[in-house]
């Protein structure tokens, strides 16, 4: 996912990675749940507390942060946007968030800071009630029917839904991928891994493994449910052969690959939030190799989040749940009170901004448009005592830019297609304006020019 992310062009189905995780994700639940049941220690409880442990410090640790650079390097309209993505994602309710604000394969998900936490938002929403579900059906010796009731219906809804963003956000149409890896714990709870002959094993392991390599190569986007079985089903072999076979142990158990599992939960959660801070503050697109960087920055984090957050916060001996709580409600509670502070503030400075902006920026432009758009895609060479000016509008403002350009010994920043947009009318709410400048610059740069 990291690298699909970064548009590593074979890894393009990088985002079947999810599919994966919510099939390890239901296993090992699944599995954990059923060897507290024979151990009669499981209660909601400790269910629970796990799931705070594992999954909310270093949640708030990396949303913290991000909130800070968001303040602090993004302009105001950026700001209020991620400001109520982050409600939703402290909610873990930002798969329904994106379902209404984005769709995934479009080109302006890359600039949305917390798209990832839907995933996040499936899970946990689908461990609100499956716990209690299978613990009434496991005593009863119908935790199987249960599974595969979910299963079955998940999938028929996901086979038959005519609305693509519900099915890729949306826990009902997820919640069988899930399941598969529950009916996977079930299964393995009684007998364990493979057993059979080892050709047979690594037959089942290699497949599995050619599964989700293939599905990370071909999946296309957008994908139907149909290609998403592929990557599941790859998974479920993996799992099924586990530690009985060589193939899984080379690729999956050596040091790099047990390392970066460690990480995985960390490397999740700040990926997104480096690269797409980045696409924002950059002058037009990135490339992989400026990705390389940020990749290396990630890993920093993730291992300066795994050692000082995540481990110490899961150890029951070092720290009671009562200190854990203490710690959560000291990064939430600001977050969800400030919020909705924010957003109204950072609103006003929008509103306030587009009339500035409006004062020095001409919507109307002639009709001579004998300018090249080649002229745009040129490099260029600020001088020191050069002014900058940022162009804000519609089709009109690009022929104007190029009129200038060529018409004058002036020097202008480097247009990307994010500055202009054709039938925009130039507005810092429609978030058409790259950040080759901040955006807090921006008035006092169109003032000079206008002086």
């Given at each position: 996912?990291?690298?699909?992310?970064?548009?590593?062009?074979?890894?393009?189905?990088?985002?079947?990675?999810?599919?994966?995780?919510?099939?390890?994700?239901?296993?090992?639940?699944?599995?954990?749940?059923?060897?507290?049941?024979?151990?009669?220690?499981?209660?909601?409880?400790?269910?629970?507390?796990?799931?705070?442990?594992?999954?909310?410090?270093?949640?708030?640790?990396?949303?913290?942060?991000?909130?800070?650079?968001?303040?602090?390097?993004?302009?105001?309209?950026?700001?209020?946007?991620?400001?109520?993505?982050?409600?939703?994602?402290?909610?873990?309710?930002?798969?329904?968030?994106?379902?209404?604000?984005?769709?995934?394969?479009?080109?302006?998900?890359?600039?949305?800071?917390?798209?990832?936490?839907?995933?996040?938002?499936?899970?946990?929403?689908?461990?609100?009630?499956?716990?209690?579900?299978?613990?009434?059906?496991?005593?009863?010796?119908?935790?199987?029917?249960?599974?595969?009731?979910?299963?079955?219906?998940?999938?028929?809804?996901?086979?038959?839904?005519?609305?693509?963003?519900?099915?890729?956000?949306?826990?009902?149409?997820?919640?069988?991928?899930?399941?598969?890896?529950?009916?996977?714990?079930?299964?393995?709870?009684?007998?364990?891994?493979?057993?059979?002959?080892?050709?047979?094993?690594?037959?089942?392991?290699?497949?599995g493994l050619a599964a989700m390599a293939a599905a990370i190569v071909l999946v296309p986007d957008e994908p139907s449910p149909l290609y998403l079985?592929?990557?599941?089903?790859?998974?479920?072999?993996?799992?099924?052969?586990?530690?009985?076979?060589?193939?899984?142990?080379?690729?999956?158990?050596?040091?790099?690959?047990?390392?970066?599992?460690?990480?995985?939960?960390?490397?999740?959660?700040?990926?997104?939030?480096?690269?797409?801070?980045?696409?924002?503050?950059a002058i037009g697109e990135l490339q992989f190799v400026d990705y390389l960087p940020l990749i290396a920055l990630v890993f920093v984090l993730s291992?300066?989040?795994?050692?000082?957050?995540?481990?110490?916060?899961?150890?029951?001996?070092?720290?009671?749940?009562?200190?854990?709580?203490?710690?959560?409600?000291?990064?939430?509670?600001?977050?969800?009170?400030?919020?909705?502070?924010?957003?109204?503030?950072?609103?006003?400075?929008?509103?306030?901004?587009?009339?500035?902006?409006?004062?020095?920026?001409?919507?109307?432009?002639?009709?001579?448009?004998?300018?090249?758009?080649?002229?745009?895609?040129?490099?260029?060479?600020?001088?020191?005592?050069?002014?900058?000016?940022?162009?804000?509008?519609?089709?009109?403002?690009?022929?104007?830019?190029?009129?200038?350009?060529?018409?004058?010994?002036?020097?202008?920043?480097?247009?990307?297609?994010?500055?202009?947009?054709?039938?925009?009318?130039?507005?810092?709410?429609?978030?058409?304006?790259?950040?080759?400048?901040?955006?807090?610059?921006?008035?006092?740069?169109?003032?000079?020019?206008?002086?």
């Amino acid at each position: 996912m990291i690298l699909d992310h970064a548009k590593l062009p074979l890894f393009s189905g990088g985002f079947v990675g999810v599919d994966i995780f919510f099939v390890i994700s239901g296993f090992l639940i699944t599995y954990i749940t059923i060897e507290d049941i024979r151990k009669e220690r499981f209660t909601i409880w400790r269910f629970y507390e796990r799931r705070i442990r594992r999954i909310i410090p270093a949640l708030l640790t990396v949303c913290s942060a991000t909130t800070i650079a968001v303040l602090l390097l993004l302009h105001p309209e950026a700001a209020r946007h991620y400001i109520n993505s982050l409600i939703a994602a402290l909610l873990f309710a930002a798969n329904f968030f994106f379902y209404f604000e984005s769709d995934y394969f479009a080109q302006s998900a890359d600039l949305e800071i917390l798209l990832h936490l839907w995933s996040l938002g499936v899970e946990e929403q689908f461990y609100i009630f499956f716990p209690l579900l299978f613990v009434f059906f496991y005593a009863r010796k119908k935790a199987v029917i249960l599974i595969a009731t979910i299963f079955t219906v998940s999938l028929m809804l996901a086979l038959s839904a005519g609305d693509a963003n519900a099915t890729f956000y949306l826990l009902p149409y997820r919640a069988w991928e899930l399941a598969a890896g529950a009916a996977l714990a079930v299964y393995y709870s009684r007998r364990g891994a493979l057993e059979l002959r080892k050709p047979v094993v690594e037959t089942v392991a290699f497949a599995g493994l050619a599964a989700m390599a293939a599905a990370i190569v071909l999946v296309p986007d957008e994908p139907s449910p149909l290609y998403l079985v592929l990557p599941v089903a790859g998974a479920v072999l993996v799992i099924l052969a586990g530690e009985n076979s060589r193939i899984c142990k080379l690729f999956l158990a050596n040091s790099i690959a047990v390392y970066v599992g460690r990480l995985s939960y960390s490397l999740y959660l700040w990926h997104q939030p480096v690269y797409a801070i980045t696409r924002e503050r950059a002058i037009g697109e990135l490339q992989f190799v400026d990705y390389l960087p940020l990749i290396a920055l990630v890993f920093v984090l993730s291992h300066l989040t795994y050692l000082l957050v995540e481990t110490p916060l899961r150890n029951r001996q070092k720290l009671q749940i009562s200190g854990v709580f203490v710690w959560i409600t000291g990064l939430a509670l600001p977050m969800l009170i400030l919020g909705p502070v924010l957003n109204t503030g950072i609103t006003r400075a929008v509103t306030s901004l587009d009339g500035e902006i409006g004062k020095y920026v001409s919507y109307h432009v002639g009709p001579d448009r004998s300018a090249t758009w080649a002229a745009m895609r040129q490099p260029v060479v600020v001088e020191e005592d050069s002014v900058v000016i940022a162009v804000v509008g519609n089709s009109h403002a690009k022929d104007m830019t190029n009129a200038l350009r060529l018409g004058s010994d002036m020097q202008f920043i480097k247009f990307d297609p994010h500055i202009t947009n054709s039938r925009c009318s130039p507005s810092a709410k429609d978030r058409l304006l790259s950040l080759a400048l901040p955006m807090r610059k921006v008035k006092d740069e169109a003032a000079r020019c206008a002086g």
